[in-house]
């Protein structure tokens, strides 16, 4: 239980003015704890909390009762589920009615480690679609790769770039989600730390931030393209009045989003421009503070010219991997240190076209690189969705599962010599060699889990 949590006096004073606003009950909702919620992977998530009650605004949405030691459950490490602030989760609905049944559509998710828009994006396109998921600080990009390829599609990709350099990709993206850095006052209640941190001067500075954010992102929407901005700040300085920077400057309109009144999120209207966003409040709706508006780029932005210089896959290397990947429509591309990503080949032309613009960090999914024996199959193929189920592999117990995730002896004996992925519950957890007499663990090292499993 969170003891109650003071709200600085300027903040309540801002939002007194707002719909939907109750200062008791907004106080009052800060000395409750937040809910516990997590997402669903729409393949890999089937048969995971069916009981719990879903978030109103998102199928694969869950509530749980409490919040249980996530590091303690091989599926979480399979990526069968995110655990995602339900709030947050209502991008789900936003994308939803704006990508309908459109094919084949560039997105790029500009703030996005540690990867919970991203992989929520991820689940929303279909093959010919491209995600790429950005994060301009280094250490976080590092994290948001690593979620993503739990999250396992071929079609998402991750760079880490400045928005600026990103806006040099004129016209490409029909999507581009900024989930901004901000004040953060939305999510005092997870991380009540923050709190002290919070002034009226950085709100200002998260302000001046999020206008250059959005400015250098800009030029790379197309004409007719849709800009999805959030952010977990209650400020209207970071809200309501980027939504009237973004309508006076860039002459950006706002979209409509369909709400049901019972979920409790609060349409709200900028003074300026009257451009139409959407509020959370911890007293309305079973979730953290959050903001969001979808705006529809009207100026003409043209676009890149790509020439597509053909490749001429490697034979060899097509033959030695693309059974992974059940030989359909996939390419195998050098990568770094000798290993292979595989890439669907309708996308060739977007790689040559980003690679000119921004350091891209993962391109599809790592398939791994030959030796002199064999094929080395990456961890990559593990988790991905876009790989054969015909795979070999290895069903284990839950705490099997655990003593793979810790690169511990599993205690299997008879196992024939080869190459299996190690699968809990049907999900690929990583790789195996059996040697006849023992076994290798593949798991990379940074991933083994380091908590005390014996109590379980
Ligand atoms: C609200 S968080 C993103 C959360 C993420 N979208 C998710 O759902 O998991 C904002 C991100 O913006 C990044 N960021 C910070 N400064 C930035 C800048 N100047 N330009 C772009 N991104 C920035 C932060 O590192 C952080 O990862």
């Given amino acids: 239980m ?14 007194r003015p707002l719909p939907g606003f109750d200062e008791q009950a907004f106080v009052a909702a800060h000395a409750q704890p937040a809910p516990v919620s997590v997402r669903l992977h729409p393949v890999k998530g089937g048969g995971i909390y069916t009981d719990l009650p879903a978030i109103p605004w998102c199928d694969g949405g869950r509530y749980l009762p409490e919040r249980p030691i996530f590091t303690l459950d091989p599926a979480y490490h399979a990526g069968a589920y995110y655990v ?10 936003v994308l939803r009615g704006i990508i309908g049944q459109r094919k084949g559509l560039r997105v790029l998710d500009l703030c996005a480690a540690p990867g919970g828009k991203s992989t929520l994006i991820a689940s929303l396109l279909d093959a010919d679609g491209l995600l790429v998921s950005n994060e301009v600080i280094r250490t976080r990009a590092s994290i948001l790769e690593e979620n993503m390829l739990r999250w396992g599609y071929m079609n998402t990709w991750v760079t880490s770039n400045d928005p600026r350099d990103l806006g040099r990709l004129t016209g490409y993206f029909d999507i581009i989600v900024v989930d901004a850095p901000c004040s953060g006052s939305g999510l005092w209640r997870k991380d009540a730390a923050a709190l002290n941190e919070w002034s009226e001067a950085n709100v200002q500075l998260c302000a001046a931030r999020q206008q250059r954010i959005l400015a250098d992102v800009w030029p790379a929407l197309k004409t007719g393209g849709t800009l999805v901005y959030a952010t977990c700040s209650y400020s209207p300085q970071e809200d309501e009045d980027i939504l009237d920077h973004l309508a006076t400057e860039l002459h950006a309109g706002t979209l409509p989003i369909p709400i049901d009144a019972s979920w409790g999120i609060e349409e709200v209207v900028s003074p300026l421009q009257k451009q139409t966003g959407y509020r959370f409040f911890p007293h309305r709706v079973r979730g953290e503070g959050f903001f969001i508006a979808a705006m529809t780029k009207n100026d003409d932005a043209g676009s890149l010219k790509t020439a597509d210089k053909k490749h001429t896959p490697d034979k060899k290397i097509q033959q030695m991997a693309g059974h992974y990947f059940g030989n359909s429509d996939v390419l195998l591309l050098p990568g770094k240190d000798g290993s292979y990503n595989a890439i669907r080949p309708q996308h060739h032309t977007d790689l040559q076209l980003l690679q000119k613009a921004v350091f891209l960090r993962r391109t599809g999914i790592e398939a791994g690189m030959p030796s002199a024996k064999e094929w080395l199959p990456a961890h990559d193929i593990a988790l991905s969705v876009d790989t054969t189920k015909d795979i070999p592999h290895i069903d284990v117990s839950k705490e099997q599962a655990l003593h793979f995730l810790k690169r511990e002896e599993m205690g299997m004996a008879d196992v024939p010599k080869g190459w299996y992925i190690v699968r809990y519950n049907g999900l690929g957890l990583g790789w195996v060699k059996a ?8 798991l990379p090292k940074h991933w083994r889990i380091r908590m005390n499993i014996d109590e379980i």
């Fill in 435 to 442: 040697l006849g007499n023992r076994m290798n663990n593949y």
């Fill in 2 to 15: 969170s003891s109650t949590l003071h709200i600085p006096a300027s903040l309540l004073q801002d939002l």
């Fill in 84 to 93: 995602q602030e339900a709030s947050s989760i209502f991008l789900h609905h």
